[in-house]
């Protein structure tokens, strides 16, 4: 289904022109494309574009990650002790360079989805921009909640530490 860039606008909201650029640029094959916000924010920037089943299962990913690093360090004994920070920050250098590559792809396909949705339940031209808009866009709704509970757990573990070992 050929999705016109009017409806792509509404649903992109007001960063439009540079997902409209990343729009075009998918169309002609680019899949990759470098993301500062999804480099910095991470899982926050996945929150805030409104994908939250992307962030359940990047948030999956990461748990499977850490579980199998954990069991191949223990496993194999790696030069690099568990608690190295080393390691630390080069995985997470290493995931934040990945969730950055694909984050426009993710957006521009998850875009692609819900419009599609919208244009097999919707007839009126009204109604579609409308619909596009309220589905679109960001939130900042669960970028705040899942901060507040990040520093909240955060202290926890700083005031208990006793009882996350």
């Known amino acids: 289904m050929d999705i016109n860039e009017e409806y792509l ?3 992109f909201g007001r960063n439009a022109d540079y997902y409209l650029g990343k729009w075009r640029a998918w169309q002609g094959g680019q899949r990759i494309s470098f993301n500062g916000g999804a ?3 991470g899982i926050f920037w996945v ?23 954990e069991w191949l360090l223990h496993r194999f004994s790696f030069p690099l002790a568990p ?5 630390t920050i080069v995985v997470n250098v290493l995931s934040a ?4 590559a694909c984050a426009n ?15 097999r339940t919707e007839t009126s031209e009204e109604a579609i ?11 900042w709704t669960f970028f705040i909640v899942a901060a507040v509970l990040v520093v909240g757990i955060m202290g926890l573990i ?3 530490p006793q009882y996350f070992q």
């Open 129 to 139: 921009l409308r619909k596009l808009r309220r589905q679109g866009g960001t939130s």
């Open 158 to 160: 700083c005031r208990y």
């Open 9 to 11: 606008a509404a649903f």
């Open 39 to 41: 480099f910095f924010a």
């Open 83 to 87: 608690e190295s920070q080393s390691r």
């Open 47 to 69: 929150l805030y574009r409104r994908m939250y089943w992307v962030a359940g299962l990047i948030m999956l990913c990461l748990v499977a990650e850490a579980e199998a690093e």
């Open 105 to 119: 792809w993710m957006y521009l396909a998850y875009a692609r989805r819900k419009i599609t949705k919208v244009l």
């Open 97 to 100: 360079t990945i969730l950055s």
